[in-house]
């Protein structure tokens, strides 16, 4: 065992080598642009593309026409937000997404407004589950679109896309999910759950960070306006040249993710479950949020009321750890999803993300278990002692 242990795969995970190397060759040898027609290197690169498109596709029950490649998730999300709000502003003015969303369809959504969009955010139950009740009353004759991620990149609950789907569908409203932590993680089936939209990041899936995907069901049903233009590539939904490598990569992981789901899904749960049990039995007064039942299977996030997390994880430098969101990371606030779900601030301000992933080995578990329950143990007689 290397230290330091990696615990933070939700943040980003490594390149699998098995990736890396089908990239290699499209950096140097194959390095043909595929928008170049009439040579054989870029016959090469389009050819590879195209391949990419398809282990996309499969993963997640699609065609590879509805494969539009982009930077990463939050461009996608972005596409896919402001996509349809511009393409269809004459039928309707409203969008309904939740207040745990990641922030790249929050500000999304938010940026929308000044151009007379309404934003409704739909009520969370206690264990960060949405609503579906209150989804269906929010949905008006001016909905557009409903955005509901596919699985929280904090607490990393799980949402009943089928159910949400299905409602969307009988509403005639467009349904999009931002899947960048649940893809490869959990089976997704954009035909049998009914979405239309929905947003891969290949950085969480161990393919290399700036590239990604959105899938955009029944093309030609489901128009969007595009955010870039240029030279009209991916159909004129995404101009710029394209990241070949990085495209090879993200249609690699797709295919080791589809083959390996099953077993890395459950070994990573007996792991994850192995933590929590460890935790729960090592320490009193600790908080675990969000359902249990309807998560990641890499995924334990938990409180620890009258501690600073910040001390604690400086406390623990030999295990990489987060509070929260990488992309929030920064912000010195409680965290906003703990706090939609109406936990106390305590709570929301103490959290520990645990991400698990496919090189987390047992020992390391053991390890980091053994390290959390010490420290914590040490800094709350530390506490105890200054306050006597």
């Given at each position: 065992m290397k230290l330091p242990i990696y615990?933070?795969?939700?943040?980003?995970?490594?390149?699998?080598?098995r990736v890396l190397e089908a990239m290699l060759p499209f950096f140097a040898e194959s390095f043909g642009n595929p928008a170049s027609r009439n040579h054989k290197f870029g016959w090469m690169a389009a050819t590879a593309v195209e391949n990419a498109r398809k282990q996309v596709a499969k993963l997640i029950n699609a065609s590879a026409k509805?494969?539009?490649?982009?930077?990463?998730?939050?461009?996608?999300?972005?596409?896919?937000?402001?996509?349809?709000?511009?393409?269809?502003?004459?039928r309707g003015n409203h969008i309904i997404t939740m207040a745990t969303e990641h922030k790249a369809v929050l500000d999304s959504a938010k940026r929308l407004i000044p151009e007379g969009i309404t934003v409704t955010l739909a009520r969370l139950q206690p264990d960060g589950l949405v609503d579906l009740d209150d989804l269906k009353?929010?949905?008006?004759?001016?909905?557009?679109?409903?955005?509901?991620?596919?699985?929280?990149?904090?607490?990393?609950?799980i949402q009943p896309l089928a159910e949400i789907g299905l409602l969307c569908r009988e509403r005639g409203v467009l349904f999009h999910?931002?899947?960048a932590q649940a893809t490869g993680k959990i089976p997704i089936d954009v035909q049998a759950m009914q979405i239309d939209l929905l947003s891969i990041a290949g950085h969480k899936m161990y393919a290399p960070k700036g590239i990604g995907a959105?899938?955009?069901?029944?093309?030609?049903?489901?128009?969007?306006t595009p955010i870039l233009d240029g030279g009209g590539h991916e159909g004129g939904l995404r101009s710029g040249t394209l990241n070949v490598p990085g495209i090879v990569g993200l249609g690699k992981a797709c295919e080791f993710c589809r083959q390996d789901m099953?077993?890395?899904?459950?070994?990573?749960?007996?792991?994850?479950?192995r933590l929590k049990d460890g935790l729960l039995a090592g320490l009193d007064g600790i908080h675990i949020n969000g359902s249990l039942e309807h998560r990641l299977p890499n995924n334990l996030n938990v409180s620890f009321p009258g501690l600073d997390v910040a001390t604690l994880m400086s406390a623990m430098s030999d295990i990489a750890l987060s509070s929260g969101s990488a992309c929030t990371s920064g912000t010195p606030e409680p965290s906003y999803v703990l706090k939609a779900l109406g936990v106390s601030e305590e709570v929301a301000n103490t959290p520990l993300r645990f991400g698990l992933g496919r090189f987390t080995t047992e020992e390391e578990i053991d390890y980091c278990l053994r390290r959390v329950?010490?420290?914590?143990?040490?800094?709350?007689?530390?506490g105890s002692t200054a306050a006597a």
């Open positions: 615990l933070d795969y939700h943040a980003t995970t490594p390149v699998d080598p509805e494969i539009v490649f982009t930077s990463g998730a939050s461009e996608s999300d972005n596409l896919a937000i402001k996509g349809v709000a511009h393409r269809y502003h004459d009353r929010a949905i008006t004759d001016k909905t557009l679109l409903v955005s509901i991620m596919a699985a929280n990149n904090e607490i990393g609950v999910t931002d899947a959105l899938c955009v069901i029944r093309r030609g049903a489901v128009e969007l099953p077993e890395e899904s459950r070994r990573l749960a007996a792991l994850r479950d329950v010490e420290t914590v143990k040490k800094l709350r007689e530390m």
